[in-house]
């Protein structure tokens, strides 16, 4: 008798685990379908460069491109103008070498600096993204809106040197960066032109 | 158009409108401007006008045209208000609004300046305005000219006794050794080289000049009465007046004497030379050797004064070691040694401080050029080796990175910057670091 009662016990605890476990697993998926949670709920289109320099991935939803102007080679904003990803291109003599990525953060810095007294908290870090290795400085400043985020990722891409200039409002910085940091890792260079599908 | 102004001492002895004619300056008679004195060669100097600018030639003068204390090798351009040195006259060019000129007066427009003085002038106004005041032409009254005349004479003499009898204390330097300060501001005055000899000197100078010149003419009568007893009535114990009377009575004494059947085979002729002024010829010196040693006195001298203005001490001191050498106690070059070595050393040490507030300010490029400097100054500063020694590893590292920054700029096109990046590692780096020469040929390709 009292083996009998003792396996059903068993057998009830083994259920209620295993019932839980698919029961996690249906959230995870449930999440991850109805778009619940984070990053996980937005989904991307590719942008593609018109002369087929370089190409990322933008939300599907909310985001558009606009007209450039000189330098700036892309403008991809969130409709509100929450969150804006501006894209710049200059030529190089000669490529960057691997280790010259840092000193290059730090020239960029010192730019940055120059050009944006106010601004302040500046951090780099290395960065890969399908381009290639690059470097991320993050900083923050004074908006027309208020206090901002900008993360500039500079790549070199063969002669190439793009940088990547995400700007948020830093009120919306938790909401926003993993959107940002996907366009960023998502940015895409090849070396020679690609036929334009944009 | 253009005048020159003639001066002697504080005086204005004349003023001479300059054309398109060449103008001679010297003591004889056939000059254009004659100056009536012994400080001036015959024919001393030409003022000439080439290309709308006047210069100023010596013709050959035994005293030779000074501007700026140095003296003039053949020709040089006149200068508004900058006054031209020519025995015991300055001359300075200046703006002429009157219309007279050599020019307009063919021929007839010799001026002649003797002792007397024509009027009198402010100099201080020419000083600092490099032009002399207007008032001259009121000063001309003969009642005042005259009663200031006799009470500078008479201050004149006394002066004179003091400066010459302090001159002969300590040979005083020739015209041309007249070096002026270091042009250091802040120098503390006993570090200054001496000031110029005085017009007083001038004057002793020129006597001794022309008797000088008259005993190499064998002119020895003229050589005493005119130029040897007014000296030595001036300064009854200047040395260099009491030698040269000697000379010359020895010099008439072997006139009168009869001349040896044969000359002595062995006896080396005797060589006269003109004795440099605080320059005593030594005795059995021979005349090449001490023409050697008195060119090399003043030489050295001269370009030390010169090193000096340019606080170039690590070259100055050898030099004026080499005087003190040469002729010991020389213008007071001992005092001078002694004191160029103490400002040395006070500004390495300051050169030293300096960098050492630069170092812990971060700046490290500026506290290394301070550093060198302090070497400049000293190459034997102990502070300022030890500061480099210590450095030495950041410094390199500091040059490697300027390096690094330099050839990403360039790869960014930003040439300005990275010029002046290469700059830095080429200042930086040492001179065995490849990364230097690399930095000196890509400094080389970038420069506009």
Redesign the interface.
């Given at each position: 008798m009292t083996g009998t009662v003792s396996s059903r016990r068993r057998a009830a605890i083994a259920c209620a685990i295993a019932c839980a476990i698919l029961l996690g697993e249906r959230a995870a998926i449930a999440q991850k379908k109805f778009l619940i949670f984070g990053d996980s709920k937005v989904s991307y289109t590719t942008f593609r460069d018109m002369a087929g320099r370089f190409e990322l991935e933008y939300p599907t939803k909310d985001w558009g491109s606009f007209p450039p102007g000189g330098s700036t080679i892309a403008i991809l904003s969130r409709n509100d103008k929450t969150a804006t990803v501006v894209i710049d291109h200059s030529r190089l003599t000669e490529p960057l070498a691997p280790q010259e990525i840092t000193t290059n953060a730090k020239i960029e810095i010192d730019n940055l600096k120059e050009q944006q007294p106010n601004a302040k908290g500046f951090t780099s870090e290395l960065l890969d993204c399908k381009a290639g290795s690059g470097s991320l400085i993050r900083y923050s400043r004074a908006g027309a809106r208020g206090p901002e985020r900008v993360m500039r990722y500079s790549v070199g891409v063969d002669k190439d040197l793009y940088r990547l200039d995400a700007v948020v409002a830093e009120a919306s910085l938790a909401r926003f960066e993993p959107i940002l940091m996907h366009m960023i890792q998502s940015f895409k260079a090849p070396a020679g032109p690609v036929t334009s599908k944009n | 158009m253009s005048k020159l102004v003639i001066f002697r001492g504080d005086a204005v002895e004349t003023e001479i409108h300059l054309g398109g004619q060449a103008v001679r300056i010297g003591r004889d008679a056939r000059n254009d401007v004659v100056l009536d004195d012994k400080t001036v060669t015959r024919f001393h100097a030409e003022v000439v006008r080439q290309g709308g600018h006047y210069f100023i030639a010596d013709m050959n003068s035994r005293n030779g045209i000074w501007m700026n204390k140095q003296r003039i090798k053949g020709k040089a351009p006149l200068t508004l208000g900058v006054p031209v040195t020519l025995g015991a006259y300055e001359l300075t060019l200046e703006d002429d609004l009157s219309t007279s000129d050599l020019d307009e007066t063919p021929g007839g427009n010799r001026t002649v300046v003797g002792a007397a003085t024509v009027a009198a002038r402010d100099r201080s106004a020419a000083s600092t305005s490099g032009r002399p005041s207007q008032a001259a032409a009121v000063m001309r009254k003969p009642a005042v000219f005259w009663s200031g005349f006799g009470l500078a004479t008479v201050l004149l003499c006394v002066v004179t006794y003091a400066v010459v009898r302090r001159v002969t204390a300590r040979p005083a330097p020739p015209p041309v050794a007249g070096d002026q300060a270091p042009a250091s501001s802040a120098a503390p005055p006993v570090t200054t080289i001496p000031a110029p000899p005085s017009v007083d000197a001038n004057i002793v100078a020129g006597y001794l000049a022309a008797a000088r010149s008259a005993i190499d003419e064998r002119n020895y009568d003229a050589a005493l009465q005119d130029d040897i007893l007014p000296l030595l009535n001036l300064d009854p114990n200047n040395q260099d007046a009491l030698d040269l009377k000697r000379q010359i009575e020895e010099a008439k004494a072997a006139q009168l004497a009869p001349k040896p059947a044969a000359p002595a085979p062995k006896t080396a002729p005797i060589v006269e030379v003109a004795e440099v002024p605080g320059i005593p010829r030594k005795a059995n010196e021979a005349a090449a050797d001490y023409t050697a040693r008195a060119g090399r006195v003043q030489t050295n001298f001269r370009e030390a004064g010169r090193n000096l203005e340019k606080q170039d001490f690590a070259a100055a001191i050898p030099r004026l070691q080499q005087v003190e050498r040469d002729q010991p106690g020389y213008q007071g070059v001992d005092a001078l040694i002694a004191d160029a070595v103490a400002k040395q050393k006070r500004l390495a040490e300051d050169a030293v401080d300096s960098g050492q507030k630069n170092e812990q300010a971060g700046k490290l490029l500026d506290a290394v050029r301070w550093y060198r400097e302090a070497q400049r100054i000293d190459p034997g500063s102990p502070g300022a080796r030890d500061r480099l020694a210590a450095l030495n590893d950041r410094v390199t590292q500091e040059g490697l990175d300027a390096f690094?920054?330099a050839?990403?700029?360039?790869?960014?096109?930003d040439n300005a910057k990275a010029i002046e990046l290469y700059k830095q590692a080429i200042e930086l780096l040492p001179a065995t670091n490849e990364k230097r020469a690399d930095a000196m040929q890509w400094l080389e390709k970038l420069k506009p």
């Open positions: - | 690094g920054r050839e990403v700029l360039r790869k960014r096109n």
